[in-house]
């Protein structure tokens, strides 16, 4: 499997296969904190080839820069069917975050993990306005 784009953005949405993606960043600048950030996603595009068809257990975690969880782990699963005629099938992933509070001024992180094995991981960063 690849992951071909994992991103944290503005908004994003997954219509009929497309992903729409809107806003794409990795800062965020506050006067002070904790800081409540109103609105954003987590938006990711994995390629499964037909070998990896079945059923995919997901997990996405959002961590401080000590490890700790600024939101429960978040788990789920994807079902991979790659049609007779393809050799791979992209799966969307789109994750809302609605008021996300992030406590400290630092860097931060999105991991993606697939099947238990991280597959990515996006940084990103409060800093100061």
């Given amino acids: 499997m690849d992951v071909e784009a994992f991103l944290l953005c503005d908004a ?5 296969g497309k ?3 809107l806003g794409a960043f990795d800062t965020v600048f506050a006067k002070k904190v904790p800081v ?6 987590v938006a990711a595009r994995i390629r499964f080839s037909k070998v990896e068809q ?5 997990r996405i975690c959002v961590i401080d820069q000590d490890g700790k969880e600024v939101v429960p ?4 699963k994807v079902s991979v069917r790659v049609g007779d005629e393809a050799g791979s099938m992209a799966v969307n992933l789109v994750l809302n975050f609605q008021r996300l509070k992030l406590p400290d001024y630092g860097e931060y992180r999105v991991d993606l993990a697939i099947d238990g094995q991280q597959k ?9 306005a």
Avoid at 54 to 58: L, S
Avoid at 73 to 76: I, N, S, W
Wanted: net charge negative; aromatic share 6%.
């Fill in 12 to 16: 994003a949405t997954d219509q009929h």
């Fill in 19 to 21: 992903l729409n993606v």
């Fill in 36 to 41: 409540v950030h109103p609105a954003c996603a």
């Fill in 54 to 58: 079945g059923e995919h257990a997901v």
């Fill in 73 to 76: 782990k978040l788990d789920g």
């Fill in 120 to 128: 990515a991981s996006l940084p990103f960063f409060v800093r100061t």
